[in-house]
C-alpha cells in the first residue's frame, strides 16, 4: 500500500538525516581534539 510506502522513504529520510549529523557531530570533535 502507498503508506507503507511513504512511512518507508520517512524512516530512510529520518536514518540519513541522523548519519549526517552523528557524522557532523564525530568531524567536530575530532577537530577540537586535534585543536586544542
Do not use: D, H
Not at 529520518?14 to 568531524?27: E, S
Request: charged residues 5%.
Amino acid at each position: 500500500s502507498p503508506l507503507i510506502k511513504t512511512t518507508g522513504n520517512l524512516q530512510q529520510g529520518m536514518l540519513k538525516t541522523y548519519l549526517t549529523m552523528l557524522l557532523f557531530t564525530i568531524t567536530l570533535v575530532m577537530l577540537t581534539l586535534i585543536l586544542l
